[in-house]
T-cell receptor
Framework: DTEVTQTPKHLVMGMTNKKSLKCEQH?????MYWYKQKAKKPPELMFV???????INESVPSRFSPECPNSSLLNLHLHALQPEDSALYLC??????????????FGSGTRLTVV | AQKITQTQPGMFVQEKEAVTLDCTYD???????LFWYKQPSSGEMIFLIY??????QNATEGRYSLNFQKARKSANLVISASQLGDSAMYFC??????????????FGKGMKLTVNP
């Protein structure tokens, strides 16, 4: 199993809604990531989890709340989002050898629209 | 300061021809990694090739090869024998640091490749 699975693939939510994005991998990777990608822009790092602990938070607004319940799962809880938060949200996991990360596997993303 | 520079916003190539996608980078970390990803319109990021800063030889993966010139800080992707399915956005990315989970993968702006029949 060499995949990162993200659900849902599409999500439309109102500004007062609470929703969650889910990411799952069964490759034994111990680091997982959330990226945000606006249209025609490169992905931007949001959060990094290493061994189920949050290791990097790129000054993301608190309306985005990450959670890593176990080594295979990564969630992104959404609350009180703004229309400008509409984007493609990508999850990734990484594999390392001798301390060097040499591969990142990305999921196919969740296209989020905030109305 | 921009860490990854992709100056070509778009390129057109004829099917079966080779094409080179440019990427330059900037880092003071001696330990880094360079990646190329392909992103079709469906949105998924597809890994193409990886080059570590300590690797002595240029990386190759099938039709993809990376022209790594460390002194020039360039990591150009070469696609041989282009196919129609190669039409997509291409991102160059750099990993700074070494430990999984404490490093960052930073992307260039990307460039759009169109392969014509």
């Amino acid at each position: 199993d060499t995949e990162v699975t993200q659900t849902p693939k599409h999500l439309v939510m109102g500004m007062t809604n609470k929703k969650s994005l889910k990411c799952e991998q069964h490759m034994g990777h111990r680091a997982m990531y959330w990226y945000k990608q606006k249209a025609k822009k490169p992905p931007e790092l949001m959060f990094v989890y290493s061994y189920e602990k949050l290791s990097i938070n790129e000054s993301v607004p608190s309306r985005f709340s990450p959670e890593c319940p176990n080594s295979s799962l990564l969630n992104l809880h959404l609350h009180a989002l703004q229309p400008e938060d509409s984007a493609l949200y990508l999850c990734a996991s990484s594999q390392a050898r001798s301390g060097f990360v040499y591969g990142y596997t990305f999921g196919s993303g969740t296209r989020l629209t905030v109305v | 300061a921009q860490k990854i520079t992709q100056t070509q916003p778009g390129m057109f190539v004829q099917e079966k021809e080779a094409v080179t996608l440019d990427c330059t980078y900037d880092t003071s970390d001696p330990s880094y990694g360079l990646f190329w990803y392909k992103q079709p319109s469906s949105g998924e990021m597809i890994f193409l090739i990886y080059q570590g800063s300590y690797d002595q030889q240029n990386a190759t993966e099938g039709r993809y090869s990376l022209n790594f010139q460390k002194a020039r800080k360039s990591a150009n992707l070469v696609i041989s024998a282009s196919q129609l399915g190669d039409s997509a956005m291409y991102f160059c990315a750099m990993r700074e640091g070494s430990q999984g989970g404490s490093e960052k993968l930073v992307f260039g702006k990307g460039m759009k490749l169109t392969v014509n029949p």
